[in-house]
């Protein structure tokens, strides 16, 4: 019988397909699509511990390969999502990840308690509730006039080290591509006593209108996303897989079932599909079926036959 | 997917694409199309022109690389649908125009089957298209090309006015109804990436909250618009 199951920081996935934060919303518009329960996860839109009405101006422009998004965290902030989109989360399968974004370490703190007690209250219903955290560290840190927290690894440390304290949910943390090391960053994750680290989040880009002679993004830079980027990623996921002994959530640019592939033998315990749902609306539903019969072809039991062996 | 069956230049830079199939659909709603494999990345959105028993046509413009891949295709080859998607326009009653600049009559032929013979005001840079497959459904259709068809007409006498076209006409006729009771009711574009409501790409800041084109709009109360914030791009 052969498995596409996985397991990170104790939690069982269905499969390692998880739609990535901010390409899924919280999963209902595609549940109109397809069976979203036969995913192995869902991390939800980045939230804030504020409603966020997000960036002006264009939010998004294509590139070769990819894409560019600049929609700035738009979010209807933590309680709302607790309020509201988990009452949709209770009726659904998939490994529920909160992820939380912040400007400063007091949001991020905040954001965790009241992800955290919440959770903690409805399993004592015997409800279904977030069952991961995942930490975006891309954000600005508004203290450091706004270069993102997840770029030096001492500034990092400390937005996770005061997370870990208020949450007993699994904690993973969202790397940047844009750290100045992504190695040593997973590896202060893992020391600061992360369950996983998942990358790679957007790369930092830009496109200019010569036209009008200026960015074509009010923010200047946007994050670069899509297939252009996956041979970085996978890379730094391969790298990273081979540091830490922490779970690693592999992303970027995945728009295969052999995409997926490749992440876990380059060390992925699950993957992350992000700028493909849009190629694909069906995405999660097409990939699953590719995996099972790339394990087919191959005669794979079990990923774990095939996870980390580059 | 489906089949094309016709897919014609009706004036510069302008095709009308016929697909084959049968389809359901409200007034003002729009189909995200996809013709290629990878690339370009995203689909792309286009409002419905016109739905027959046995065919959807859409009307679009050749705007970029996507656009530009949908005219090259011809009779028989292959497209991919997503949808109906989007609100459209909600059922009004009453004396209803509809206004139309450019690209933007797009979703107007399909809206004026739909109503009891509305006016509509077109207006056009150039070159006028499609007009006469209007003029069935239409109490009046006034065109103008080149020149500001918002001078020429009296919006007072409507209870409903359905407008497409660029952001500065709607605005325009936002404002000019601002202190009337004449419901304005406006059709937007913006880029998408999904098209279904999860990504936030395409945000229009409203009075009370940001909406979605494409899953709360793409049709807007006019007055509840914050105009500022779209003209300002």
Known sequence: MRSLACNVAGIHFNNPIVMASGTFGFGKEYAKLYDINRLGGISCKGLTLHPRTGNTGARVFETSGGMLNSVGLENPGVDAFLNEEMLYWETIEPVKIANLGGSNIEEYVLGALKITSDAEERRKQNRKAVDMIELNISCPNVKEGGIAFGVKTNIAREVIREVRQVTSLPLAVKLSPNAENIVDMSVMCQEEGAECVSLVNTFSAMKIDIYQRKSVFNNMYAGLSGPAIKPIALRMVHQVAKEVTIPVMGMGGIASASDVIEFIMAGASVVQIGTYNFMNLRAGEELIAGIQSFMELENINSLDEIRGII | ?233
Request: a negative charge; hydrophobic letters at 40%; glycine letters at 10%.
């Open chain 2, 1 to 233: 997917m489906h089949t094309i069956v016709s897919n014609e230049c009706i004036s510069e830079g302008i095709y009308l694409m016929t697909v084959e199939g049968r389809f359901t659909a409200r007034m003002g709603q729009f189909y995200m199309l996809r013709s290629w494999n990878q690339a370009p990345l995203l689909s792309r959105p286009i409002s419905i022109c016109n739905i027959e028993p046995d065919c959807i046509q859409f009307l679009y413009k050749v705007a970029g690389e996507g656009t530009r891949m949908f005219a090259a295709l011809r009779a028989g080859d292959q497209i991919q649908l997503e949808g109906p998607l989007g609100n459209g326009f909600p059922e009004v009653t009453g004396r209803t125009a509809l206004i139309g600049g450019g690209i933007g009559i797009a979703p107007l032929l399909y809206t004026a089957k739909q109503l009891d013979k509305p006016d509509i005001y077109l207006g056009f840079r150039g070159q006028s298209y499609l007009t006469e497959a209007y003029e069935p459904y239409a109490n009046e259709v006034y065109v103008k090309v080149n020149g500001n068809l918002l001078e020429d007409l009296d919006l007072s006498k409507y209870d409903n006015v359905l407008v497409c076209g660029p952001l500065g006409m709607m605005k325009a006729v936002a404002i000019m109804m601002e202190h009337t009771d004449t419901k304005v009711y406006v059709s937007f574009e913006k880029r998408m990436a999904c098209g279904i409501g999860a990504c936030y790409v395409c945000s229009v800041m409203n009075k009370d909250r940001n909406k979605k084109v494409c899953s709360d709009g793409p049709v807007f109360l006019a007055k509840e618009v914050e105009w500022h914030a779209e003209l300002s791009l």
